[in-house]
């Protein structure tokens, strides 16, 4: 997860460009997936909150459609990463961050502590907020104390390890730190978007050696300065002039695309807060649909579609749309075939056109004073959504908005849901959940 209320992140990896209709459409990073039945990261292996295969269940109890459950040794709310036959997700354990690997049959593999725990502010969070990211060979974890650590996957072994607020400079965030690392062809990534020292630092990822930190010094008012959300890496496109690999980021009142060869920002879009509120702290992360970078901000109230490209301050110029009626605080949208699905954090679901922000349909899933945290997560052409007491509605997006099924864990969940091989394994702050039907 990543937010100030507890973690809703993304990762990504790799290289890729889909050429359609002759025409390149840059897309997500997303190259080192590994065999089908990989999640890598927050937001899943096509980056966007899309996953694969068919046959998951529909409904689901504490009892019913439950293949295995595992109590996690201590308090963590970051969403788990799937490679092979291990699952690996954070939290803290004895007054330490921690990770712990189970196998897909929930038997605990290994479990590494690191350094002492920062604790979470707010009652939805936890110093174990940023999720993992993976390649298949280490994983990375991240934490609200500044600890940035490199593992094995197969062992847990720390083949490297750092601490972002001992080289740079305390955390200045008012609540939680939300923010996951993110993976280049090269580097982990991690971005800080404080009050105070605001930056992007890439590490190599074998060594921890840092390969450059740029700041990201904008002119955002009081806690509109901070930001709780994860970078997305997309390949550029010489169609666009821009470079190989960028990093798009949001928060601060603004959008910026960074080379993630050197991090110099490419292009940036200001105006997310032209009244200057002080208090628009950012908490979703943008998702690319195709060649449009969508932006949710304002507290969940706005959302904003801008087109790729060009060079230095491109406000003028390549904002696609944007809607003042309509947005998410904390969940992430989800973006497939030209739509942009999302979940407001009071449980409105709507699906947009991503070329012209039009609704193409929405509805309303089950309220209680519950919100919705999780970012949503769209497979076999239905949209999982889940509340934070652990109650989830599925959703077929086909032929629009129809609650075709869901269940509940009962247990407080922030975590999104993952979903691979029919398996949906919903982390909540207590347990792994392992949901498949019979």
Excluded at 338 to 357: F, H
Excluded at 359 to 388: C, F, H, M, Q
Aim: net charge neutral.
């Amino acid at each position: 997860m990543g937010s100030c209320i507890g973690g809703i992140s993304g990762i990504v990896t790799g290289l890729a460009v889909v050429f359609t209709a002759g025409v390149a459409a840059a897309q997500p990073v997303a190259a080192e997936r590994g065999a089908a039945g990989t999640w890598p990261g927050w937001r899943g292996p096509s980056l966007d909150g899309v996953a694969a295969g068919s046959g998951y269940a529909t409904r689901w109890s504490p009892t019913d459609n439950v293949r295995w459950k595992v109590a996690l040794p201590g308090l963590g709310a970051s969403t788990p990463v799937v490679w092979g036959d291990r699952i690996v997700l954070t939290c803290s354990i004895d007054g330490h961050d921690a990770a712990v690997c189970y196998s897909r049959a929930g038997r605990e593999l290994w479990r590494r502590s690191l350094g002492a725990t920062k604790a979470g502010k707010h009652k939805k969070a936890t110093g174990a907020n940023s999720s993992p990211v993976t390649d298949g060979r280490h994983v990375w974890v991240y934490f609200k104390s500044g600890e940035l650590a490199c593992l094995d996957l197969a062992d847990g072994a720390v083949v490297w390890k750092t601490n972002l607020q001992e080289q740079f400079g305390e955390d200045t965030l008012w609540w939680d730190l939300g923010t996951s690392p993110v993976l280049t062809g090269r580097a982990v990534v991690v971005a800080v978007m404080q009050s105070g020292p605001s930056y992007l630092a890439a590490f190599d990822r074998g060594t921890g050696k840092l390969l450059w930190k740029q700041d990201r010094l904008l002119n955002a008012p009081e806690e509109a300065a901070q930001s709780y959300s994860t970078p997305v890496v997309v390949a550029g496109e010489t169609r666009f002039g821009e470079p190989a690999e960028m990093l798009v980021v949001l928060g601060a009142d603004h959008v910026t695309a960074h080379d993630a060869a050197d991090g110099r920002e490419v292009w940036r879009v200001g105006g997310l807060n032209p009244g200057g509120e002080r208090f628009f702290r950012s908490i979703a992360s943008p998702v690319i649909a195709g060649d449009i970078v969508i932006a949710p901000y304002a507290r969940g109230s706005t959302l904003t579609a801008i087109r790729r490209g060009g060079t230095g301050d491109v406000t003028a110029t390549h904002v696609a749309w944007a809607r003042k009626d309509l947005g998410a605080d904390v969940p992430t949208p989800t973006a497939k075939d030209g739509k942009i699905y999302l979940c407001t954090d009071k449980g409105t679901v709507a699906c947009l056109d991503a070329a012209t922000g039009k609704t193409l349909w929405s509805g309303d899933v089950e309220k209680n004073r519950n919100a919705y945290s999780a970012s949503p997560i769209l497979v076999d052409g239905r949209l999982v959504v889940t509340r934070e007491d652990g109650a989830a509605a599925i959703i077929d997006v086909a032929s629009g908005f129809k609650v075709i099924g869901g269940g509940s864990v009962d247990e407080m969940t922030v975590a999104t849901p993952v979903c691979v091989d029919g398996a949906i394994y919903l982390r909540t702050h207590d347990s792994l959940w392992c949901i498949a039907g019979t």
